[in-house]
Structure formats: C-alpha cells, structure tokens
C-alpha cells in the first residue's frame, strides 16, 4: 500500500488576529474565512492529506444543516502563506451522555463528519492550531474540544488534551497509476459497467484469492440479475435514494440525516465533481421504469474517496447493490488517480459490516478523538458495552418505527450533536 505523508500541527482569540506566535519559525494561527480567503481552499487542494471534510463546500453544507457557527483556524507563516489549517463547528450539545459518546456543548473538529482534525505541513503548525482552539474554549466555559483524527499521540505533543482510542475505519489503498488524472465525468459520474459478464473488468485484485472469487461471484450474480449503475441525474432520483437510506438507517438503529443536507451537497459539490450518487437498478423487473434497488453517496477530494452514504432496501440485499457500487466505485477511483478509498468507519457491534469491508482488500485504521479539558475523554471507545434490556428493546422498537418519524427523530437528535 503506498504511503501516505501524514502531518501534524495551533493557538487563541480576536477574529483576524494573530491567536498565537511561537518563539520559533515566525508562525502564528489566527482565524479566517474558508469560502472567502482563497488560501483555504488552494492549502487543502494541495495537500496530499486533505479529505473532502476540510473542502469549504462540506463547512457550509454543515453550517447550514443546523446554523450552526463556524470557527476556522489557520497557521500562517511570516509571508502570509498557510503552513495548516483546523476547522471547527460549534454545537448545540445535550445534557446529558448518550452510550460513550461526548454530546455536551463542544467545538468540534467537526461535528456529525468522521474525520478532519488538523492539516498541516508539519508538527510546530500542528501545536500552534491545537493550541489555539484550546484558548478559545477556555473563554468559554461549558464548552468542550472535540478533535477527530488519524494523528497518533497528539495528547503528548499538547499538554492538557486527553485521548480517546475510537473505532476503526477501512481504508482500501489504490494501486499506483502513472496515467494522467481523468477528469470526473459531469457530473462525477463513474465509469458505467458493461451488461454481461464483467471479466474484461477486473483490473483490481481484492484481498485474498478467497475474497476476489466472493466479490467476482457477487458482480457477477447481480448483473445477471439485470442490476446496472449510473448516476443519479436529478433532484428526484435523490429523494427516492433518500426514503432507501431512511430504510438503512433504520434496520441499523442509527439517526438519519435530513434530507436538506443532502439536497445542499447536490447543489455545492454535486457540480464540481466532489460528489456522486451511483443509482442501482433492476432492469429485468418486469415491464415499465427500471426500478431502483439501492445506491451510495461517493465524496471525492484530493487523493482519497470516501464511500459515505448508503441505502438499499432490505428486501433486495440477495441482489448484492452494494457490491455493486463498490466494485464500480473503486475501478472509478483508481481509473481517475485517487490513492485511497475509504469504506467508512464500523461499530463495534457491527462484525458483519467489519467482514464485508475486509472482503474488498481494506485494512483497518485507527481513529483517535481528543479532547479539552482532558477529564472528557473515556479511554478505549472500542471496547463494547454489554447489551441490556433498555438497548435491546429500544433497537427494536427504532425499527419498527416509520420512516417519516425516523427521519424526524433523527433531524431532533443531529440538532444537538
């Protein structure tokens, strides 16, 4: 798997102004505006780290989810030019703990997104950004830090921050490709599959021979059953994804997300080719429209692609949608030159999910959360808490619940968090 530069980086208070000055190397953080100052946005675009996450469209696409105020950190040198950035999103917080998870009010590295944490161009940065976001919750108490990272042992590069080891994410590495990148198909489009067989296909190997004979025989058993992929071309087919991944998170017992955030991605990073919904069909359904059996939310940015959001109906699982649109998702992937393709992160009560990732060659890595003040931090999130009475018929009362009150739930609780 082909290595990745992987950079650390500070500081605190009056928008516009220096937050922090380190005695050496002439850098200081200090707050700036993302979809305004172009630096931003040519700073990630250049970074062999960034993720779509650090993307200003993703900021305002969460800003204006829930309204919520966004505090962008920047580390500058004496020129002017960037050496790191940290984005930040205030939230609402509840009071009280759901499970292990921090739901208290927070300034988040970013909140209701896996992972964004610090980008920088090396550790000095790294400290002065940490830093100042620590500065500022100290203005403001009650108000926790919340930083969601691959950055090990950041806690020791930072005094009073406290780590907590948090799931795993599975993280597929793309073999080199020494073509020129290929522009994304408008509107990020993959590259379609052929009906048929899909031997002429396979230009990537999937783990061990075990595991490419499984996903093989599942590309191949949904096109005979007359699955094909595409992406979505109107506002419509979104909002019939939506109600299957309503269908998904529901089975999962996990809130869902309002369809407004979606509809903002459609129109902010739909255009530009950072996002993609692939549309599973069944074209042998009978007469009349293909009927749509499932699809995934792909997020391009930099070097890696993020698999995000997924529906299916349970129904329609034998049909394998969801092999589908990641064999369709990785050969894109690699055809356009990205290094990564991220499957997301799994709970650890989810063993089956962590399997069927494993089948397509990901391999696990590890998240950290830290947090200020140091007391919020819980340890090891990965060590599952043993299921009682409450949980288990809460889960199952959540999935008999209707789709339109899950989605409304959901919206009440993502309002908080």
Known sequence: MRA????VQSSAAVKGEALFNLSTGGIRAIELDPSQDRRWLDFVSSHPDALIYHHPGWLRALASEYGGECLALGCED???KLQGVLPLLYTRGMPLQVARNQTGRRLSSLPRTPLAGPLTTSSQATVALVRAAIDRVRLEPGVQLE???TIPDLDKMVDGLGCMRWRDTYVRGLPENDSPRLPVTPPGGPVLLPGGDCEAGWELRFGNARNHHHVKWAINKALKQGLRIRPAESENELRAWYRLYLRVTRRNVVPPRPYRFFDFLWNELRPHGQMSLLLVEQ?????????????SILLRFSQTVFWAFTGADEKDFSLH?????LWC?????YRCGYGWFDLGEVAEDHPELARF?????????????YYF???TAAGNHNSPAPPTLTGRAGRALWQKLPLSLTATLGDWIYGYL
């Open 329 to 333: 998702g990785l050969h894109d992937s």
């Open 357 to 369: 990732k494993e089948k397509w060659g990901a391999l696990k890595k590890p998240m950290y959360r």
């Open 373 to 375: 003040p140091a007391s």
């Open 283 to 295: 074209h042998d359904a009978g007469p009349g429209n293909p009927r749509i059996v499932g699809g």
């Open 4 to 7: 990745r530069v992987r950079s």
């Open 147 to 149: 930083l969601k990272t």
């Open 321 to 325: 949608p969801n092999d589908l649109t």
């Open 78 to 80: 004496a020129a002017g």
